[in-house]
C-alpha cells in the first residue's frame, strides 16, 4: 500500500505585502478627501453663527416687545482680544442682549443681562453699518437704522445676514470663492 501524501495545509491571513499595499491606498483616499471636509467644516460653522445671530436677533426683538423696549444687542467685549484689537464692527467675541436702562448702548452695572451670544472660533462676524450696538424699541424695531447687514466670513465660505429698516431679517450665502469681510 501507497503513504497518501497529504497536501500542504494552507494558512489563512495576509501577508505583510498585502496589509502595506493596503495602507498605502487607505492614506491616499484620506489624503484626497482632507481638503473637501476642511471646506465643510468651514461652511458648517458659518452656517452655525449665521443662525446663532439671526436667533440671537429675533429673542432681542421678541423680547423688546415684552418688555416695552430699551433693549440693546451689543458686541462683547468681555476679553482682551476683543476689546483692544476689534473695533466696534467686529463682533467675533460674541454678542450680549440686555436692557438698556439709560439706552446708551453700553451694558452698565444696574443694566440686566438676557442672553450671550457666541461664535465659532476662526470666524469673522463684521457689521457693516459700524454701530456699536443696535437698540430695539418698544415695538420691537430697530432704533434709529435704516437698514444694516452682518457677514460671517470664513477661510473658504461666507454668508450674509441683511435686515431691512421695516426689521425683516434674512440670511443669504455668499460667494465662497472670495469670502471678504
Keep these: 500500500m501507497q503513504a497518501r501524501s497529504q497536501a500542504p495545509i494552507r494558512t489563512r491571513g495576509l501577508v505583510l505585502l498585502e496589509l502595506l499595499v493596503a495602507g498605502c491606498v487607505l492614506a491616499l483616499l484620506i489624503a484626497l478627501a482632507v481638503p473637501s471636509f476642511a ?3 468651514d461652511r458648517w460653522k458659518v452656517r452655525h453663527a449665521v443662525d446663532t445671530l439671526t436667533s440671537s436677533l429675533y429673542a432681542a426683538r421678541a423680547e423688546a416687545f415684552r418688555r416695552g423696549g430699551r433693549i440693546t444687542l451689543a458686541r462683547s467685549d468681555n476679553s482682551e482680544d476683543c476689546s483692544a ?3 466696534a464692527s467686529h463682533w ?3 454678542w450680549t442682549a440686555f436692557v438698556d436702562a439709560n439706552e446708551n448702548g453700553k451694558r452698565d452695572e444696574g443694566d440686566e443681562l438676557l442672553f450671550v ?4 472660533s476662526g470666524l469673522e462676524v463684521v457689521q457693516t453699518s459700524g454701530l456699536g450696538a443696535l437698540k430695539f424699541d418698544a ?3 430697530f432704533m434709529g437704522l435704516g437698514a444694516l447687514s452682518f457677514k460671517v466670513c470664513s477661510r473658504s465660505s461666507a454668508s450674509t445676514i441683511a435686515i431691512s429698516s421695516g426689521g425683516r ?3 443669504t ?3 465662497a470663492a472670495a469670502p471678504r469681510c
Aim: charged share 25%; net charge negative.
Design 39 to 41: 471646506a465643510i467644516s
Design 85 to 87: 484689537i476689534k473695533d
Design 92 to 94: 467675533d467675541c460674541g
Design 117 to 120: 451670544g457666541q461664535s465659532p
Design 139 to 141: 415695538w420691537g424695531e
Design 169 to 171: 431679517i434674512r440670511a
Design 173 to 175: 450665502a455668499g460667494n
